[in-house]
């Protein structure tokens, strides 16, 4: 008798731990499950700003956010697609476009405002980063428990980047009311006897960053994401070397040039009729343009379904993701 209730009990121990696998099989996450949502869709809308030689605060120029000039701060858009290579670790690839500019006239620094040079370009970026999620976004309580409270997933998450990219700029400068191409009238002598080189209107750059996301559902959420981008040219703005001789940009680009590449104001003080002559300092070479984007963002992720079964489909997504 004894032994046929030891066996009962044994058979109830049993039920009881499968019965328990098939629940944890259903609130708890398998650790490949963050596969089964490992895309993303990215749109970003936002500015974008300008850090170097032109604009900036009563100083001289620099490419860091300390030189920020608010007033100069354009529109920007992007559109990415995220892929999870580990449950926080993810590749990105990014398509963005920025607006621009900086004017000598802001600034009250002597030298800087008496140049009185101005610009504003697009800028077209490709970039492939790779992010650090420190936290992930959920929704649901911690184990995905229906009516129950307590045991909140957490609805912010937090993420880091750096990457590298390519990009396109075309300067132009403000001449009666009307923006003319920069790069062709060889402003600091590119390309000229005794002149700097000729550069690229395409570069390459590293953009870096933090962003900030919330959940709205299972599949969106949104977030804020600053980046900081170090280009290798200090021509976004077509400033960076010395004057040129005046005579010499006037016989290839005539009037409208010399103009350009000189329109100081010739009053402040300290400033001479030297300041601005052939060989003085016009921008700072060893200082490499930046600039800033700041993008609102919406994100969707993309599920992939081991079944076509509509039931699973529907579990799938009223499961929850523990991270």
């Not at 649901?140 to 009516?147: E, F, K, V």
């Not at 909140?152 to 009307?178: E, L």
């Not at 900081?228 to 005046?246: A, E, K, Q, R």
């Amino acid at each position: 008798m004894k032994g046929r209730y030891t066996l009962r009990i044994a058979w109830l121990l049993l039920v009881a731990l499968l019965v328990g696998a098939q629940v944890h099989a259903q609130y708890f996450r398998k650790s490949n499950y963050w596969k089964t949502n490992r895309n993303e869709i990215t749109f970003g809308v936002g500015a974008s700003n300008f850090l170097g030689e032109l604009g900036g605060r009563d100083q001289i120029g620099t490419s860091f956010i300390w030189d920020l000039e608010v007033s100069q701060t354009r529109p920007a858009v992007s559109l990415g697609w995220r892929y999870h290579v580990r449950e926080k670790m993810s590749l990105r690839t990014s398509l963005a476009y920025g607006v621009l500019a900086g004017n000598d006239n802001l600034t009250a620094e002597t030298f800087r405002r008496n140049r009185n040079l101005n610009f504003r370009s697009d800028l077209f970026e490709f970039s492939v980063m790779f992010e650090l999620h420190a936290f992930k976004e959920e929704l649901g309580h911690l184990y995905d428990l229906r009516g129950v409270k307590g045991q909140k997933a957490s609805r912010i998450g937090m993420y880091g980047f750096i990457g590298v990219g390519g990009f396109y700029f075309d300067p132009r400068g403000k001449f009666n009311n009307t923006w003319v191409r920069l790069k062709p009238l060889r402003t600091e002598g590119q390309g000229l006897p005794g002149g700097a080189e000729e550069y690229s209107n395409f570069g390459f750059c590293i953009p870096m960053g933090i962003g900030i996301r919330k959940a709205l559902t299972k599949q969106w959420s949104v977030g804020l994401e600053l980046q900081h981008t170090t280009t290798f040219t200090d021509y976004i703005d077509d400033v960076s070397t010395v004057y040129y001789d005046p005579d010499a940009i006037r016989a290839v680009s005539g009037d409208v040039g010399v103009y350009m590449a000189d329109p100081s104001l010739g009053v402040g003080e300290g400033i001479s009729e030297f300041t601005t002559s052939p060989g003085q300092q016009r921008g700072d070479s060893s200082d490499k343009d930046a600039y800033l984007f700041l993008r609102l963002q919406v994100h969707h992720k993309l599920y992939k379904y081991r079944s076509g079964s509509k039931k699973y489909r529907t579990r799938i997504r009223r499961q929850k993701i523990i991270f």
